[in-house]
């Protein structure tokens, strides 16, 4: 499975953004799928994740209540819905795929390549 994040970029703080994430080479529709961020220096942490089917979400404690993740199988396409964005949420956000629903990063076998996204306060 080939990951394409896009939809990162420069946003004023409390303003909104939507990432996507589009896969190729295989359909996502029996993965799970996850979006993860890293800053500079930092491990790479969790953000949200979806089930194959989407009958369950997960978030990070940061992040829950402004952000939302959703998929759509029929376009092979994740998304991550973020709204009021503050400058803690700046990082490079990566999309990812898995065979079982995680918060750790080890647990999914194909990365995208990123997508940048910076707050600005």
């Known amino acids: 499975v080939q990951l394409q994040a896009s939809g990162g970029g420069l946003v004023q703080a409390g303003g909104s953004l939507r990432l996507s994430c589009a896969a190729s080479?295989?359909?996502?529709?029996?993965?799970?799928m996850g979006w993860f961020r890293q800053t500079p220096g930092k491990e790479r942490e969790f953000v949200a994740a979806?089930?194959?089917?989407?009958?369950?979400?997960y978030y990070a404690d940061s992040v829950k209540g402004r952000f939302t993740i959703s998929r759509d199988n029929a376009k092979n396409t994740v998304y991550l819905q973020m709204a009021s964005l503050n400058s803690e949420d700046t990082a490079v956000y990566y999309c990812?795929?898995?065979?079982?629903?995680?918060?750790?990063?080890?647990?999914?076998?194909?990365w995208g390549q990123g997508t940048q996204v910076t707050v600005s306060s």
């Open positions: 990812a795929a898995g065979t079982t629903t995680s918060l750790a990063p080890r647990a999914y076998d194909f």
């Open positions: 979806i089930r194959w089917s989407g009958s369950r979400t």
């Open positions: 080479g295989r359909t996502i529709s029996s993965y799970a």
